[in-house]
C-alpha cells in the first residue's frame, strides 16, 4: 500500500487560512469516510484533530476543518495561530483492512 | 482522563527481539480495540498492529507479520507488542494507540524508542 500523497510543506501568516491536500486512490480515499489526521509538534506525539472525514473530537478548535471529495481530502485551518506551526499527517482506512499514512506536510506560520 | 504509558523499548541487535508494553488507565480498556503505531526518525507515522476488545482477533500490517504478535490482558488493561527478529527497518518510536473506529486514534501514549543496531 502506497502512501497518500501530501505536500511537503504549507505557509501562512497568522489569521490568514491553508488548505491540505492528501491524495490517496480507489482503495483508501476514495473507499470510504474514514479520513482522519493529526497533528504532531516536535518530539510530541500525534493528535488527532480530524477523524471521519469531518468531524472534530472534543476538544479541537472548530478553525480546523475538513473535507472529501473523490480519492482526495483536505484540511483547512483557518485564523492561524503560531501554534499550529506543526507536522500534519492524513490517514485513511483501506479496503484490506489496514491504514495508510500520508507523507506528512509541514505548516509554518510566518 | 485517558493515559497510555509505554514501556519495554531499548537498544537491540538485529535479529534480535523485544517486548514492548503499554499500561492503560482513564477509561474501560476492555472495550476497546487497540493498536500499535509506530514512527521512524524523520519519517512518517506507520500503523503496527490491532486486536480485538476481547483479544480474540489480532491484524498486523504486511510489514511486521510473522516477526510481531500483539495481545493483551484486559484484567491488568495492559497492550503488548512482541518484536522477533528485528532489523533496522524496524527503529522506531513505538506509540500504543486507542481506536474509535476504522483505524482512528483518539489518544496516543508518548512512544517508547527501539532502535535495532549493532
Known amino acids: 500500500q502506497s502512501a497518500l500523497t501530501q505536500p511537503a510543506s504549507v505557509s501562512g501568516s497568522p489569521g490568514q487560512s491553508i488548505t491540505i491536500s492528501c491524495t490517496g486512490t480507489?482503495?483508501?480515499?476514495?473507499?470510504?469516510?474514514?479520513v482522519s489526521w493529526y497533528q504532531q509538534h516536535p518530539d510530541k506525539a500525534p493528535k488527532l484533530v480530524i477523524y471521519?472525514?469531518?468531524n472534530r473530537p472534543s476538544g479541537v478548535s472548530d478553525r480546523f476543518s475538513a473535507s472529501k471529495s473523490g480519492n482526495m481530502a483536505s484540511l483547512t485551518v483557518s485564523g492561524l495561530q503560531a501554534d499550529d506551526e506543526a507536522d500534519y499527517y492524513c490517514a485513511s482506512y483501506t479496503t484490506t483492512g489496514s491504514l495508510v499514512f500520508g507523507g506528512g506536510t509541514r505548516l509554518t506560520v510566518l | 482522563e485517558v493515559h497510555l504509558v509505554e514501556s519495554g523499548g531499548g537498544s537491540v541487535q538485529p535479529g534480535g527481539s523485544l517486548r514492548l508494553s503499554c499500561a492503560a488507565s482513564g477509561f474501560i480498556f476492555s472495550n476497546f480495540w487497540m493498536n500499535w503505531v509506530r514512527q521512524a526518525p524523520g519519517k512518517g507515522p506507520e500503523w503496527v498492529a490491532i486486536?480485538?476488545?476481547?483479544?480474540?482477533?489480532?491484524h498486523l500490517a504486511d510489514s511486521v507479520k510473522g516477526r510481531f504478535t500483539i495481545s493483551r490482558d484486559n484484567a491488568k488493561n495492559s497492550l503488548y507488542l512482541q518484536m522477533n527478529s528485528l532489523g533496522g527497518e524496524d527503529t522506531a518510536v513505538y506509540y500504543c494507540?486507542?481506536?474509535?473506529?476504522?483505524?482512528?486514534?483518539?489518544?496516543w501514549g508518548q512512544g517508547t524508542l527501539v532502535t535495532v543496531s549493532s
Open positions: 471521519d472525514v469531518t
Open positions: 486486536i480485538k476488545p476481547d483479544a480474540s482477533g489480532t
Open positions: 494507540v486507542k481506536d474509535i473506529g476504522y483505524k482512528q486514534f483518539d489518544h
Open positions: 480507489t482503495s483508501d480515499i476514495g473507499a470510504y469516510n474514514h
